[in-house]
């Protein structure tokens, strides 16, 4: 009989310490499927960040590399530029890329590094048990906002595709979901050209994928994937924000 | 073999090419900006990656990239640099990576000065970051020196998985003079640890600091100490001078040396019994000549750019058996040898 579906082999076969309902299965997958699509397990690294995916390490079964809170576009930086034939790639939280790492995002960025960024953005710091993150939208409660984030006192949630689009390094910048199976297809699909991109030493791709954090959220996991739908999609619009080889950059 | 009038920061330079550094990253700061200006110009004819960093961390993260995939790398900055850089060193020591780490100190604290200063003693080989770990301080005390010992730290950080400094000063960095590079063709060091694309040939590797489960990270660090342990067994290293017969060690490292040896002989023409020892290592400290000097000298004169650090484990290695007294300029202030002087003269009275 032949097999439809199975698990990616660049996915280890172990359970992962990820929340149940938690989306960042599903992001792995898709990444990983790429990868074995590709056949480039063997010449990939992977930087991982501080934050929920922190021991993804134990999940990819490429060369993999721990990085400092926030420093993994660094990180991956010194890796892609003393190993310019292999492809590297960065996964990383909200709070790591968009707070406490945002110089290295943005100088990675404009430098044109020729590395793959997977940003997963959920609005929460969820390793920590819920705290603000910098895209946490205006009005919600956390741990540290517990009356709503108030953008007189917060101040507004950072759209890092947008922000990085209006730079000249940058390859693709786009933003993605994982809510419905159109939207992980077309989330694979970015990542994919993302690879590519890197492939043909076309520079900097992020792809940002809008993730559920059910357990910091207070939602079950269906609920969750609706709030993602209806609150966080309105103010993190999907789509494409520089594509270099389209010529779009919108 | 031929000799090169050279300024110490690009003769250091020049000394880790030839090393066999593959990629550097750095950010200017004064006074080591030198090193950057040099390899950018000569790094990439070499066949390396000369990268301008956004910031101190970013270079000390880039330097774990680099590290994590095998390569000879390094960096460089100066006293506030470093500080900025202590939690990549950290997370270097703890995930077992070399890489060597160029401090050419300039007073502090804060923004401080840029005159030459050894007030970063403490920092190198106390507390370097967070967390149970050492890291392999060299201390030139010449131009020539600063080539041999980063020759020597890029052989002992691939040779311990552990990251190396040179701890020099302004002084040296900046002052020109002779300079021969030894002929080496550095043997790549085999690294089956490394993270460079496993090519479907090995199980995966993983470049890490974290151990969730205390029992796991204490025998990680335990692991590091029994290696640290061999360390001061095999690596400590210090220049005695005049001490055969002396009765008053005045001790000091790098620049200050220098200045510490010129007193040494104007002590000697008085007729008094002085002789120098100079810490060539400051981790591991050479713990082993201050204990037999201390068996025959009656007093120690420790001389420092600082207000007193390295005092500290000259005491320590002998256990306090003999009076150590202090004399230190800071704040960029380089000694004089008279001023030496007038220390080891009331020391004989």
């Known amino acids: ?250 | 073999m031929e000799r090169n009038l050279m300024k110490g920061n690009e003769a250091l330079a020049e000394a880790a090419i030839r090393a066999g550094c593959k990629c550097f990253f750095g950010y200017p700061i004064t006074p080591q900006t030198e090193i950057s200006a040099y390899l950018a110009k000569k790094m990439a004819k070499a066949g390396g990656v000369f990268l301008q960093a956004e910031s101190e961390i970013a270079a000390i993260n880039m330097v774990l990239g680099a590290s994590s995939t095998g390569v000879r790398v390094m960096t460089s900055s100066s006293s506030p640099g470093i500080s900025l850089k202590a939690e990549g060193i950290s997370y270097i020591a703890g995930s077992d990576l070399p890489c060597v780490i160029i401090n050419v100190q300039r007073g502090g604290p804060g923004l401080g000065g840029i005159q030459p200063s050894q007030a970063d003693y403490w920092q190198a080989t106390r507390a370097m970051g967070h967390g149970d770990f050492q890291i392999l301080v060299f201390a030139p005390c010449s131009v020539q020196e600063m080539v041999d010992m980063v020759t020597k730290a890029f052989d002992l950080a691939d040779k311990y998985r552990m990251p190396a400094m040179i701890l020099a000063d302004g002084l040296l960095g900046q002052m020109m003079e002779p300079v021969s590079f030894p002929e080496i063709s550095p043997v790549p060091v085999e690294k089956p640890w490394a993270a460079d694309g496993h090519k479907g040939e090995r199980k995966h590797n993983i470049i890490n600091s974290l151990y969730l489960q205390a029992d796991q990270l204490e025998s990680k660090v335990r692991e590091r100490f029994e290696r640290y342990d061999i360390i001061k067994q095999n690596e400590a290293e210090a220049e005695l001078y005049l001490t055969d017969d002396a009765d008053i060690i005045v001790t000091a490292y790098g620049a200050t040396a220098r200045v510490a040896k010129s007193a040494v002989n104007m002590a000697r023409e008085q007729g008094i019994k002085a002789g120098l020892l100079r810490p060539k290592t400051l981790w591991p400290f050479p713990s082993k000549h201050f204990i037999e000097a201390a068996k025959t000298a009656s007093n120690f004169l420790c001389v420092e750019m600082s207000m007193g650090q390295m005092i500290d484990d000259v005491k320590l290695s002998i256990s306090c058996s003999k009076p150590v007294s202090f004399f230190g300029r800071t704040g960029g202030v380089i000694p004089k040898p008279a001023e030496i002087l007038e220390e080891i003269k009331k020391l004989s009275k």
Request: charge should be negative; include cysteine.
């Open chain 1, 1 to 250: 009989m032949a097999a439809v579906f199975q698990r990616p082999k660049s996915l280890v076969d172990i359970s992962t310490h990820y929340c149940p309902g938690c989306t960042h299965g599903i992001i792995h997958r898709i990444l990983c499927e790429v990868i074995d699509e590709m056949g480039i397990e063997g010449d990939t690294i992977g930087v991982c960040p501080v934050g929920c995916s922190v021991m993804a390490y134990d999940y990819f079964s490429c060369d993999m590399i721990e990085a400092p809170h926030g420093r993994a576009p660094a990180v991956a930086t010194g890796a892609k530029r003393a190993n310019p034939d292999k492809f590297v790639f960065t996964y990383q939280g909200d709070g790591d890329l968009a707070a406490i790492g945002t110089a290295e995002t943005v100088h990675s960025a404009t430098r044109g590094e020729n590395i793959v960024v997977i940003f997963v953005n959920n609005g929460t710091y969820g390793m920590t048990g819920g705290q603000m993150a910098p895209t946490t939208l205006p009005g919600q409660i956390t741990q540290t906002t517990p009356f709503g984030r108030d953008p007189k006192v917060q101040g507004y949630p950072v759209r890092v595709c947008e922000m990085l689009s209006t730079l000249d390094g940058v390859a693709l910048a786009q933003r993605v979901s994982v809510d419905t199976v159109p939207h992980i297809r077309e989330a694979k699909k970015a990542i994919r050209k993302a690879f590519e991109n890197q492939k043909d030493k076309k520079g900097f791709s992020i792809v940002e994928v809008l993730s559920t954090c059910p357990t910091n959220w207070g939602l079950s996991p269906a609920a969750a994937i609706e709030r993602l739908q209806n609150e966080c999609i309105p103010y993190y619009p999907l789509g494409v924000f520089k594509d270099k080889e389209a010529g779009n950059n919108d």
